[in-house]
């Protein structure tokens, strides 16, 4: 089943057709007379161009036993030509969706084409039966309207996407790259829907290596690793979005239960309500915000020890002998100035006590003597 929606787009003085989208079907029996079963999506032809393959559902269904009144009646059944009947999902049919963590549905994501095995499954939802058919909902999105957040763009639009590089393929290195979006009016905030993203994370600190960070303001948020699916609201009419790839080219990580290849990120951006202003480009290595984030740490073990020693040594010049047992602090002086007891006065009224006391003695021994 295919249809499209077409989206009118006013804004200033020129209009911006956002070409249509379609949604598609796809189905597939388990028996068939030779080889594996497996299931094909195709968006490589959509309207005027390419499309992406974006995956809505998938599930198991067993069309037995049906009720011949309504399988005649094929309106009511999801019936997609070249497809028997019986692989095809009726209303009354028994379906179960748990068994999707079965598919690897990613690999899917982005792509023009794909084919996938599927496999029979017993149907927990349906008394334990086994399925006989895999039935997939999927949407179409044409190409030339996903922005590469590294292509220079300015437009208005209603809503839209942004891809890495080269997705849904591996996205190069040495990547510095940002996109503004900004609404005209309104305070609904930014919807982003992060239809995929695979970047870069380090295993051990779990920090990113390869981002996409998000900026409002002076909040910032850095987004990597696995994420699928996810909704985020920036309360804001303003916001940047920055990607950054370092110079290591590392295409592959496991995540989970699977080792998936890093295709970076697409996703979709509306704000309900006004129309949006994408301007992307090139990041100069000088940006004060990408300097900010990318900049690389101390080592705060190194710094310690030189700190230590530089202070050892400086205490081991300047240490000076005091009176024993006196540390005390006294004001002297008009201005209050302070000054620790031993030290300069203190040293001089000692001496001069010292002097006297040998002077009284020696006068007392010459008497003597005489």
Request: net charge neutral; glycine share 6%.
């Amino acid at each position: 089943m295919d249809f499209a929606v077409p989206i009118l787009v006013i804004c200033g003085c020129f209009l911006h057709f956002v070409a249509a989208y379609e949604n598609k079907t796809a189905s597939q029996c388990f028996k068939v007379e030779r080889g594996q079963p497996k299931i094909n999506l195709n968006c490589s032809m959509i309207n005027d161009g390419p499309g992406m393959i974006l995956m809505t559902s998938a599930f198991h269904g067993r069309s037995y036993p049906r009720q011949w009144p309504m399988v005649k009646d094929l309106t009511k059944c999801n019936h997609i030509p070249g497809v028997p009947l019986k692989c095809s999902y009726c209303p009354e049919d028994c379906t179960d969706s748990s068994m999707n963590l079965a598919y690897d549905w990613t690999k899917c994501t982005g792509k023009e084409e794909c084919e996938s095995y599927v496999m029979q499954a017993s149907m927990g939802r349906c008394e334990n039966q086994y399925s006989d058919y895999l039935h997939v909902d999927y949407s179409c999105i044409p190409q030339k309207e996903v922005f590469d957040i590294c292509d220079t763009t300015d437009k208005w639009v209603q809503e839209g996407s942004i891809r890495s590089p080269n997705y849904p393929n591996h996205y190069p290195t040495n990547q510095k790259c940002m996109c503004t979006l900004e609404a005209g009016w309104g305070t609904n905030g930014i919807d982003l829907t992060f239809h995929e993203l695979l970047l870069e994370k380090n295993k051990e600190d779990q920090t990113c290596v390869d981002w996409l960070m998000i900026k409002n303001g002076n909040q910032k948020t850095k987004k990597c690793g696995e994420i699928f699916e996810t909704k985020v609201n920036v309360p804001s009419r303003k916001i940047d979005l920055y990607f950054f790839s370092d110079d290591k080219d590392n295409d592959k990580q496991t995540f989970q239960y699977f080792e998936r290849p890093l295709k970076g990120f697409w996703v979709n951006f509306k704000f309900t309500g006004a129309n949006i202003r994408i301007n992307c480009k090139k990041v100069p290595l000088y940006d004060p915000i990408l300097s900010e984030m990318t900049r690389p740490t101390t080592t705060t073990t190194a710094a310690t020890t030189d700190f230590t020693t530089d202070v050892t040594n400086v205490t081991t010049t300047i240490r000076q002998p005091i009176v024993k047992g006196d540390t005390r602090k006294k004001k002297v002086g008009r201005n209050n100035s302070v000054h620790k007891v031993g030290a300069s006065q203190g040293d001089s009224s000692s001496a001069s006590t010292i002097s006297s006391s040998i002077h009284l003695i020696s006068a007392m021994l010459m008497m003597l003597m005489k």
